[in-house]
C-alpha cells in the first residue's frame, strides 16, 4: 500500500494536482521505515477501515503535505 500511495503522488504530481514538495514529502515518508505497522493497527482499530488506516498513518508522517494523500 506505502508503494500505490507513493505511485498516486506522483501521478497527481505528474498532471499538475499536488505541488512538487508535498510529492517530495510524501515520496520520503511512503516507507515501512517511517510508517510504522504498529501504528497502522492501533488506527484501524479505532476507525475499522484498513486501507484508511494506512492513508492516516502516512498523513501522520507528511506534515502539511499530508492533505495530499491519497488524493483522486
Known amino acids: 500500500q506505502l508503494l500505490v500511495e507513493k505511485e498516486l503522488a506522483y ?3 505528474k498532471v499538475g494536482r499536488i505541488p512538487e514538495t508535498a510529492f517530495a514529502v510524501i515520496k520520503e515518508k511512503c516507507s515501512p521505515s517511517v510508517v510504522k505497522l504498529e501504528r ?3 488506527i ?3 476507525i475499522h477501515h484498513d486501507l484508511m488506516s494506512v492513508v492516516l498513518a502516512i498523513s501522520e508522517q507528511c506534515g502539511e503535505a499530508g492533505g495530499y494523500v491519497h488524493l483522486g
Open 11 to 13: 501521478a497527481n504530481y
Open 40 to 42: 497502522v493497527k492501533e
Open 44 to 46: 484501524e482499530k479505532e
